[in-house]
Every structure is written in C-alpha cells, then in structure tokens.
C-alpha cells in the first residue's frame, strides 16, 4: 500500500506481516508521518477519523484493578512489581459481589466497556475459575467485558472467550529493539504469543503501548508500526503516557513533550484508522487543552475512572463536564 509519504524503504522491520494484511507500514513512514508539521498531521488525522467515525462520540471504558500487586514481572514502569519498592501491597482478588458493585457503578455513569486488571504473570487454573465468574457477573449487567492477566494459553483463551469475554487487553509496551531495556522476565514473543492465542480464540484485541519511557521519536515509530502491522491490527489501541512512581527504574524520567503524545495519537489515528483509540493511563494528569487536542488528533475512547464509580465522583463528573462543553456524547462501544 502506498502512503504517499516520501521515506526510506530499506527499514528494518522486527515484525513482518500478514501478506494478507494491506495497510502495511513501515517503520520509516511511520516516523515520515511523526515528523509533519502539526497542523498538517492533525489535518490528516482528522481526515481519517471521519471516514470511518463519528468525530463527536466518545467511548467510556472503566477499569478496576481486581487482584492488585506482587507481580513477579519486573517491568521498570510498573509500582505493582514485587521488583520495586513503591509501598504498593499485595491484595487479594475481589469478590463477584464487589465487582458487581462497581460493574453497577460504571454502567450508572455511562459506561459501556469494563475492563478487569490482576497483576499476575499469568493466571493458574484457581485464578482463571474466579475470572470466569467476574466475566459473567459484567455480561449479566449488559456491558462489555475486558481483562488484562498476563500471558494467556490457548486454553485460557477459549475458556474466557466460552465465558462471554469481548476483549482481552495485552499491550506490546514499546518497540521491540527498546523492550529489554523496559522488562527482564519475559521477552517480545511470548507478548505476540498471547496476542496469537486471543485471535484464535474469537476474542477482540486490545493491544497499545506506553509513551514517555525515554524511547526517541523513533521509538515511538517503531511502537506505531509493530501495532500498525498486526494482522489485523487491534480493535482497540490504549495509549498510555507514563506515570512517573517513586520507587520504580522509571520515577526520574524527563517529561514528555505534550505534543509528542498528541502526535503519537494521531499517527495511531492514521494507521489504525478503524480502531478504537483511547487515551489510557496518563490521562488524569494532562490537562484539558491537551486532552481536547488528543480528541482532535483522533482518540475515542477514554478510561472514565478508575476506582469505583458511584455519584459525585469528581474525576467522573469533570469527565462529564469537558464533553460536554466539546458537544461529545457518549457512543455505541463498538467500532
């Protein structure tokens, strides 16, 4: 596919696609993309958003952290790792009375995808029972099921898609020529791996990354790329800007430049142009200028909270409060 962007064409590229997948880009025009003037990158980014959505819904997912911290992973931006002193505890994981609860919540505040997180390198056959059951507990009340636990098997898979689950979010973090300098414990493929054994299964991908890491525009490329070149590429695109914690390898990094992120939501926007993108963690300490710029460059879903949702919750109601005065309404979860 041509992309009428002058680049290089002798690019390394770690992950080769699909011959069946046509929107195949390359690391270089990606970065070509990257590298626009700012007005003529959200111009075209605009320009595919409205091709294929409508520029004043927004998507509201939730997340709650349903077994938090004690992961075994060492990933260097993570305070759930039992690798880093964050003052983080284990907890157990909560109970089918409790998610219903805030499954409850979040659909109340306008909500229509729930995603459930347990910091696990990957769930045993006990843990695996228990979300099986928080998966049905979400479906009976009429919402969207993500999770995000880790590595999956084949197996696993099947079992949570026979459960009723819709997404499964595993995200590939950076580009993989950076990975190993963001986590030891597992390496690029065993990510792609479980990405494999979710589109076996039948369940929709959720698969973004995190910017802010210290990685180079050409980092961030090489991340848009490797999600660009999935075949297909993922239904939905979490892009996360980095939260900077005390006492994780990554709690001094240098700010990012706000814009750059604004660009990197755009060329996700440009060569995902049917996805969902969303603006995940990060989000709550941008502000609204920022945000309302992300919207522009193309970003249609947002995680609406991310403790449990009940009436007068302030970051819910300041949600609320900037679609509104953009002219957003909430939309159908689906792309």
Known sequence: MS???????????????????????????????????LAELMYRAQTVHREHHDPNQMELATL??????????DCAYCPQSVHHETGVTASKMMS?????????????????????????RAPNERDLAKVEELVRVVKSEGLEACCTLGMLTSEQAKRLKDAGLDYYNHNLDTAPE?????????DYQDRLDTLAHVRAAGIRVCCGGIVGMGESRAGRAGLIAQLANLDPYPESV??????????????????LDPLEFVRTVAVAR????????????????????IQVLCFLAGANSIFYGDKLLVTGN??????????????MRSGDAHA
């Open 64 to 73: 709650l952290s349903i077994k938090t911290g004690g992961c075994p992973e």
């Open 238 to 255: 979490p892009i996360n800007h980095l939260v900077k914690v005390p006492g994780t390898p990554l709690a001094d990094q240098p700010d």
């Open 178 to 186: 950076l990975y190993g300098d963001i986590i030891s414990t597992r």
């Open 96 to 120: 089918s009375t409790e998610v219903r609860t805030a499954v409850q919540g979040a659909k109340s505040a306008g909500a229509s995808r729930f995603c459930m997180g347990a910091a696990w």
């Open 270 to 289: 440009i060569t995902m142009p049917k996805a969902k993108v969303r603006l995940s963690a990060g989000r709550r300490q941008m502000d609204e200028s």
């Open 3 to 37: 992309h009428t962007i002058e680049a290089p064409v002798a690019v390394h590229r770690p992950l080769k696609p699909s011959p069946a997948n046509a929107e195949c880009w390359s690391v270089a025009e990606v970065q070509a993309l990257l590298d626009l003037p």
């Open 314 to 327: 302030a970051d819910v109601e300041a949600d609320q409060n900037l679609l509104s005065r953009m002219g």
